[in-house]
Structures are given as C-alpha cells and as structure tokens.
C-alpha cells in the first residue's frame, strides 16, 4: 500500500491531467482550486466554478474538504461559505474515492439532485418545496449572476469563512467526521 503523501501526489496528478482547471494554492498539493461545470441537463448547465479543495494531512484515510468559492443557489450549499453537505464527502468517505471522484460524480450529483430534506441554505431549500418555479429562476440567476466564464469570482471579500469549507452541517458529537478542517 502506498503512503498517503504519494496517494494525495497521485490523486493531484490524474486531476491535472483530465480536462479540469487546476491552481495549486501556495505552490503546494494540500490545497487546490479547481474550476467545475455545471452538469449537463441541470439547472446549472452553463455555469463554472472555482472549488476549494482542502487535504488533510490523512488523505486519503480522511476526506478532502470541498467548498464552491463563487456563489451558487443550492438546498445543500451554504450560499455564503460555500461549504458543501454531501454524505459521501463528510461522513462516508473512503479511502477508495479520489478527487476525481469528487468532481466526476459527486458534485454533478449534488448538483443533479438536491435534497432540501437536509439543506445547509434554509431559503433555497424552502423554496424548492413551496416554489419549484421560483426556486429553477433563482438557480439560473445566479448562475448568470456568479457562475459565467466571464465573471467568475470568489466572494471571500464579502465572507472569510472558507476555512472549513466541507464542514457538514450537524453539530452533534461527530468528534471524527471527516471533512473539518484544523484551526
């Protein structure tokens, strides 16, 4: 078995070299910018973003922490950190996932099917239920708004709270959920 520094080495890698945009973070492989598309046949269709990704010193033993640095209207997104609430990444991660899964299944899957049963952003999820509607024009307003090739930003100006971007949101005892960054 390898150790996790060539694991996270490798991971990196076959990241880099697939069709994703990606920005080493002080010129180092423990934290990245990746630039993701909105899945084909979603609400999102069209939009970029640039997504924080954040490994910990047991990668692959515990998981990446993934937060969307531009704004994104989601149930399972906190609109203004970013952090993103997906089982797979913060609770039952395994070893067996690489960030290639992240941005290959995962996240188009988040974006594909929302859960507002479990939502990190209360409005989005609320009006998903009482206003599909609405909720699909918001979607793609801020889609135009924050997720075009063009005016592709990160709005840590506006919220310095990227540090623990894929915190989860429960605020049980999980004293190990994968997913928290250190302070």
Partial sequence: MSSPSKRREMDVMKLMMSDYVVEPINDGINELNVEFHGPKESLYEGGVWKV?????????????????LNR?????????????????????????????????VFLPQLLLYPNP????????????????????????EYCELYAKKGNMTDDSDDNESYDDVS????ESSEEDVAGNADP
């Avoid at 924080?52 to 969307?68: H, T, W």
């Avoid at 049963?117 to 793609?140: C, F, H, R, T, W």
């Avoid at 915190?167 to 429960?170: A, E, I, L």
């Fill in 52 to 68: 924080r990704v954040e490994l910990p010193d047991a990668y692959p033993y515990k998981s990446p922490s993934i937060g969307f």
């Fill in 117 to 140: 049963s479990d939502p990190l952003n209360g409005e989005a999820a609320s009006l998903m239920i009482k206003d599909k509607e609405q909720y699909e024009k918001k979607v793609k």
């Fill in 167 to 170: 915190d989860g949101r429960s």
């Fill in 72 to 104: 994104i209207f989601h149930p399972n997104v906190d609109e203004l950190s970013g952090s993103v609430c997906l089982d797979v990444i913060n609770q039952s991660w395994s070893p067996m996932f690489d960030l290639l899964n992240v941005f290959e």
